[in-house]
T-cell receptor, first 119, second 109 residues
């Protein structure tokens, strides 16, 4: 059983829909991440939160909107997506390193992902 | 730019040994990671190398040469359950993880 849980596991939506992906971790970690995984491509980091504060937004289109209400929960709100946004969206968490918020220990604990299909 | 290269796919036989290579060009280096990802499942941490040399953990070993920008993951006594994708990732000078596209390993009986 993974310590990071994502729902829903599968989602099909039209380009005009609004939906949200949810991630929950009970590992006591203070850093949480959204990644996009497309076939045969490297993982793409989308957003990073440290202690509920967003620290990175890697040029992600505004149709993706993250929310981190507390250190255990992370959401990704989806609005007017495009077919090329179809992918596996992975949530991860990690403990922070001794150097503070700018260093992550590196070992990530991933959820099983939400498979998104945009029609 | 930063880049991680690893083979797209490899095939090996049950009981044999396989070596998955990873080469990297990054802005600085603060460690290299290997993750395993079974189809439809979460990636899981396998190993971490920050110093040159071989780290052994059961049937799996990971090697690093920082001067060559090179690592490999060695899997011994292959089992069918080892069929998975293996992801190489490097932490750069800003502690950002740079990922390879993954190597899909197919194990045949």
């Amino acid at each position: 059983e993974t310590g990071v849980t994502q729902t829903p596991r599968h989602l099909v939506m039209g380009m005009t829909n609004k939906k949200s992906l949810k991630c929950e971790q009970h590992l006591g970690h203070n850093a949480m991440y959204w990644y996009k995984q497309s076939a045969k491509k490297p993982l793409e980091l989308m957003f990073v939160y440290n202690f509920k504060e967003q620290t990175e937004n890697n040029s992600v289109p505004s149709r993706f909107s993250p929310e981190c209400p507390n250190s255990s929960h992370l959401f990704l709100h989806l609005h007017t997506l495009q077919p090329e946004d179809s992918a596996l969206y992975l949530c991860a968490s990690s403990p922070l390193g001794a150097k503070g918020a700018t260093e992550h220990t590196g070992e990530l604990f991933f959820g099983e992902g939400s498979r998104l299909t945009v029609l | 730019g930063q880049n991680i290269d690893q083979p797209t796919e490899m095939t090996a036989t049950e009981g044999a040994i396989v070596q998955i290579n990873c080469t990297y060009q990054t802005s600085g280096f603060n460690g290299l990671f290997w993750y395993q990802q079974h189809a439809g499942e979460a990636p899981t941490f396998l190993s971490y190398n920050v110093l040159d040399g071989l780290e052994e953990k059961g049937r799996f070993s990971s090697f690093l040469s920082r001067s060559k920008g090179y690592s490999y993951l060695l899997l011994k006594e292959l089992q069918m359950k080892d069929s998975a994708s293996y992801l190489c990732a490097v932490k750069d000078s800003n502690y950002q993880l740079i990922w390879g596209a993954g190597t899909k390993l197919i194990i045949k009986p």
